[in-house]
Structure formats: C-alpha cells, structure tokens
Nanobody, 124 residues
Framework: QVQLIESGGGLVQAGGSLRLSCAASGRTISVYTMGWFRQAPGKEREFVAGIAWTSSTTYYSDFAKGRFSISRDNAKNTVYLQMNSLKPEDTSVYYC?????????????????WGQGTQVTVSS
C-alpha cells in the first residue's frame, strides 16, 4: 500500500509560481510512473503531467507545456510539480497519483494510488 500526501498549494496572484510536493510512504515509488491531475468544481479530473520512474520521460497536457515542470527525487520518495506563470484558470485541487502497472499514461483510471489533493487558487 502506498500513501501519497500533497503539499505546497495555496493562494497566489496570476503570474506567480507554486511548487507542489507529493510525499509517498508505505512503499517506495521509485519504480512507479507518477502523475499530477487537477479537478476544478463541476469539472472532470484532468491530467496535468506525468513522469516515468527513470525520470528520463516526462509528459504534459497542452495547457501545462512551457509553464509546469514535473520532477522526482526517488531517494526522498517525492514527486514535485513546479508551476510558473499561473493563470486564474489553473485554480483547482491538484492530486498526485501513482501508476503501478501501466507505465506512461494520461488516463486517471490507470492510476492505482491517489493523494487527498491540495488546493491551488490563482487570483486575477
């Protein structure tokens, strides 16, 4: 069993930056694909970014490309999401997730473990 705990969310002005962290416990996540998703009120959960266990492969949704960066520190069992140039439409609850079996995927249904989420609010 893997427990994931996100942190680093908060209120920021448009154009600002935040760095989200996802700390894992219970089992090493070093061989798992990790992803970040977000969900705004009344909307479906959407993929933000993912990273393979080797860290050599990262992938992003179009809205995240050029602004967000995913990374991982397997020694710390932690995944990060650096978010720059934030916009009001980035306001959401952000979730981190671990994919044990599938590998590179943007489908939330392929992820096996989820954190509780951290709120990101971007003011205009």
């Amino acid at each position: 069993q893997v427990q994931l705990i996100e942190s680093g969310g908060g209120l920021v002005q448009a154009g600002g930056s935040l760095r989200l962290s996802c700390a894992a416990s219970g089992r090493t996540i070093s061989v798992y694909t990790m992803g970040w998703f977000r969900q705004a009120p009344g909307k479906e959960r959407e993929f933000v970014a993912g990273i393979a266990w080797t860290s050599s492969t990262t992938y992003y949704s179009d809205f995240a490309k050029g602004r967000f960066s995913i990374s991982r520190d397997n020694a710390k069992n932690t995944v990060y999401l650096q978010m720059n140039s934030l916009k009001p439409e980035d306001t959401s609850v952000y979730y981190c997730a671990a994919d044990v079996y599938i590998g590179i995927t943007r489908d939330a249904n392929d992820y096996d473990y989820w954190g509780q989420g951290t709120q990101v609010t971007v003011s205009s």
